[in-house]
């Protein structure tokens, strides 16, 4: 059974900086693309970052600049690094992967509080 299992939510300063991990449970190239979304209280969850199976990466303009989607292929596992934290950026921070066959994985969620 596939997993996804995020870490390294918390809460940080504005300003600050906080690196997200999702390590899968098989190899990451079982998956077509793995992302990350975010939902705030009384929002939709929301697309911030993808990777492709080859590498590609796309951010939504809101995280452009500010966040950075990379993995680690040895370890299976999928980061988004967030730098310059803002307030609004609170929420749960979800990562998800689509397999080849366009089942879609999702983790637990890690919540992540950026203080003014």
């Known amino acids: 059974q596939v997993q996804l299992v995020e870490s390294g939510g918390g809460l940080v300063q504005a300003g600050g900086s906080l690196r997200l991990s999702c390590a899968a449970s098989?190899?990451?190239?079982?998956?077509?693309?793995m992302d990350w979304y975010r939902q705030a209280p009384g929002k939709q969850r929301e697309l911030l970052a993808a990777i492709t199976s080859g590498g590609s990466t796309n951010y939504t303009n809101s995280v452009k600049g500010r966040f950075t989607i990379f993995r680690d292929i040895a370890e299976n596992t999928v980061y988004l690094q967030m730098n310059s934290l803002k307030p609004e950026d609170t929420a749960v921070y979800y990562c998800?992967?689509?397999?080849?066959?366009?089942?879609?994985?999702w983790g637990q969620g890690t919540q992540l509080t950026v203080s003014s």
């Open positions: 998800h992967a689509t397999d080849w066959r366009s089942l879609d994985y």
């Open positions: 098989g190899s990451i190239f079982n998956f077509r693309t």
